[in-house]
């Protein structure tokens, strides 16, 4: 490692967030959904979503864009005009102020991962 690169990890050690997902803040915005807040800057925001069966996020839209996948279980997404089978290892982009609603159709939990640009205010507010 050459000496420049050593002095500019040196300098920027203290930007690094870490956290756990077992410590993390938490909201839950609507029943049955529980949002894991496992870092933001003041970019950007990755959740760790978990949704009980039959549990739904109504339609909604907000500036953010957001990027997701789903790790375990399956969903509903419905966004602009198209209708998607949440599965493990699928994930999807859903622009800023596109209308949409997410909905659990697994029999168990369903997990999902995912990251709005820029955080979501609402979230950070209310997470504990």
């Known amino acids: ?6 002095y500019s990890i040196k300098k920027m ?10 410590n993390a803040p938490k909201v839950s915005p609507v029943d049955g959904v529980t949002i894991i807040i ?3 800057t003041s970019k950007m ?3 760790y979503i978990i949704a009980k069966p039959g549990a739904l996020v109504p339609t909604h839209n907000h500036p953010h ?4 996948t789903c790790i375990k279980g399956k969903g509903e997404l419905f966004s602009g005009d ?5 599965l493990p290892g699928t994930s999807w982009t859903i622009p800023g102020g596109e209308s949409h609603y997410w909905k659990n159709t697994n029999d168990e939990d369903t997990i ?6 820029p955080p979501r205010e609402d979230y950070l507010s209310k997470a504990k």
Request: hydrophobic share 40%.
């Open 112 to 117: 999902l991962i995912e990251c709005f640009a």
């Open 38 to 40: 496992l870092g933001n």
């Open 82 to 86: 198209k209708i998607f089978e949440t």
């Open 1 to 6: 490692m050459k000496a420049h690169d050593l």
């Open 65 to 68: 864009d957001q990027i997701g």
């Open 13 to 22: 050690k203290n930007q690094m967030k870490s956290s756990s997902i077992n």
């Open 45 to 47: 925001m990755l959740t």
